[in-house]
């Protein structure tokens, strides 16, 4: 699936965002985006950043294993062949989310130098296109509440925190991570 949609915050940009599915080839990318994109996010604001984890080989490895799984969707944003972007849709893992019909988007991530371009947002409305697709009737996502540029992202979508918090323990600062939901 291949989808082209327009710039919505920058008309005079010179491609148009190329959107499509990603697949095991794309992990090297997929774990770039995403470590650049948590970088620019957090490291000022977290201490010990990095989190613990692995290095960068076993964090492309984890990205081959999620591309592999075949209840794991995911999208890839392009420009001119550079992936830029990239979120995953699944069904909900959290037990108390209401049921089968309930997708989850545990991955939104866009690289840094082409934020506030509206790339984000397409790729946000293709997972929601795609967990319509696949049946789901509702989907959720987690946010840390530091992150408050992020949580301003989905609630200006529609996504609504619904009352259900966690703790990432990953870091000794013990980050509050929010539970949102949208209606599909």
């Keep these: 699936m291949s989808l082209e949609t327009p ?64 209840g794991i969707s995911c999208l890839v944003g392009e420009i001119d062949d550079e992936l830029v972007g990239f979120c995953t849709v699944r069904a909900s893992q959290d037990p108390d989310a209401g049921g089968a019909d309930v997708a989850e988007m545990p991955t939104l991530y866009v690289r840094p130098g082409v934020w ?12 929601i296109g795609r967990a319509v697709s696949q049946g789901f009737r509702s989907m959720t996502l987690w946010v840390l509440e530091i992150n408050k540029r992020a949580c301003a992202f989905y ?30």
Excluded: Q
């Design 7 to 70: 710039e919505r915050m920058n008309p005079d940009a010179p491609s148009a965002l190329r959107i499509r599915d990603g697949s095991v080839d794309d992990a090297e990318r997929i774990e770039a985006v995403h470590y650049e994109s948590r970088e620019a996010a957090y490291a000022d604001r977290v201490s010990e950043w990095p989190p613990a984890g692995p290095d960068r080989a076993g964090r492309i490895a984890r990205w081959e294993r999620w591309l592999a799984d075949c």
């Design 116 to 127: 506030h371009r509206g790339h984000g947002r397409a790729l946000c409305e293709a997972g």
């Design 155 to 184: 609630e200006a979508f529609g996504f609504v925190p619904d009352g259900v918090t966690k703790i990432d323990m990953s870091s000794r600062d013990a980050l509050v991570a929010r539970r949102y939901r949208i209606s599909l």
